[in-house]
């Protein structure tokens, strides 16, 4: 079943977890375009209601679109995707982008694929 756009996805590598909204849902190849969102460290799946440090979530809204295998990803809980909202909208206007942010975000990328095909380079 397809999903569809603007649905939040997540993509979990331990208690690390990479949120995302699909832009599109590519059936034929059973791949997802993924616009990453937030990127939240260290919430294991059974705490989704314990508070978080605003050090653990990272704004990756301005960081490169991902097409992944639609299969790594789960539909996101909005009880788990609600108190995060905060973090994307806060009340003050966001200062400058963190250039760790990117570095983040492919370490977590990096993660994942390694996890799910070894030694394979990433280029490939």
Same mark, same amino acid.
């Given at each position: 079943?397809?999903?569809?756009?603007?649905?939040?996805?997540?993509? #979990?590598?331990?208690? #690390?977890?990479?949120?995302?909204?699909? =832009? /599109?849902?590519? =059936?034929?190849? &059973?791949?997802?375009?993924?616009?990453?969102?937030?990127?939240?460290?260290?919430?294991?799946?059974? /705490?989704?209601?314990?508070?978080?440090?605003?050090?653990? =979530?990272?704004?990756?809204?301005?960081?490169?679109?991902?097409?992944?295998?639609?299969?790594?990803? #789960?539909?996101?809980?909005?009880?788990?995707?609600?108190? !995060?909202?905060?973090?994307?909208?806060?009340? &003050?206007? &966001?200062?400058?982008?963190?250039?760790? #942010?990117?570095?983040? !975000?492919?370490?977590? =990328?990096?993660?994942?694929?390694?996890?799910?095909?070894?030694?394979?380079?990433?280029?490939?």
């Amino acid at each position: 079943m397809p999903l569809p756009s603007g649905q939040i996805v997540r993509l #979990t590598q331990d208690s #690390t977890r990479l949120y995302g909204e699909v =832009i /599109d849902h590519v =059936i034929s190849r &059973k791949m997802l375009w993924v616009r990453p969102l937030l990127l939240v460290e260290s919430w294991p799946e059974s /705490d989704f209601d314990v508070s978080l440090a605003s050090q653990q =979530i990272q704004d990756l809204r301005e960081e490169s679109h991902l097409l992944w295998p639609s299969s790594l990803f #789960t539909v996101a809980l909005d009880t788990e995707v609600l108190p !995060l909202l905060s973090y994307l909208y806060p009340e &003050k206007p &966001k200062a400058e982008t963190n250039p760790e #942010t990117a570095v983040n !975000l492919r370490r977590f =990328i990096r993660q994942v694929w390694q996890q799910q095909w070894g030694d394979r380079d990433l280029a490939s």
